[in-house]
């Protein structure tokens, strides 16, 4: 079943590297309707995605389908079927961000405004740096959302790192001269 969760979800947000095809969805009555924003999540340098809520008539079988599902309610302890508002209020926040960039042009991506950022030719320590601890989040089982602050740690954490790094690397260098 659903849990019933009323109007604390903003958006299910659906990320996928391939898009619609808009011709079969339309032989299926389920329309596309593009969703224009200024947020800069999901907006890729030289990469353009696509954003679309799917509209389908209360009238379609699937719609029916939605009707059957189980909500549950916790406070009382009850089940009962999804409402039509609730249905309409899903679709709502339904967003689908198609034709994302895939893994490895992702990391490219990254590794290249990585490198913008801390100023190098050559970023990729920083970019898998930075994809780990992305990663290590994703993976927390009970995770927020990754506010701008941490997101900004997570940076200067990588500046710190490549600072370390480049004293190691002159001490060794210091060390192995004195050697000869």
Excluded at 94 to 107: K, R, S
Aim: with cysteine; charged share 30%; aromatic share 10%.
């Amino acid at each position: 079943g659903i849990l019933s969760r009323k109007d604390d979800i903003q958006d299910c947000i659906i990320c996928t590297n391939i898009g619609f095809n808009s011709d079969n969805l339309l032989k299926k009555e389920i329309q596309l309707i593009t969703v224009n924003t200024d947020d800069e999540m999901f907006k890729f340098r030289r990469h353009p995605v696509a954003r679309y809520k799917i509209e389908i008539d209360p009238g379609h079988a699937f719609w029916g389908k939605l009707r059957q599902v189980n909500v549950e309610e916790p406070a009382k302890k009850l089940k009962r079927n999804a409402t039509d508002n609730e249905i309409n209020g899903f679709f709502d926040k339904l967003v689908f961000v198609v034709n994302t960039p895939n893994e490895v042009h992702l990391g490219n991506l990254l590794t290249e405004e990585v490198g913008e950022y801390y100023e190098l030719n050559k970023a990729d320590f920083q970019s898998d740096f930075i994809l780990r601890n992305m990663l290590d989040w994703f993976k927390l089982k009970k995770s927020e959302f990754l506010t701008s602050k941490q997101g900004q740690q997570i940076l200067q954490q990588g500046k710190q790192k490549l600072a370390s790094l480049r004293m190691t690397s002159v001490s060794i260098n210091y060390q192995t001269k004195l050697q000869e």
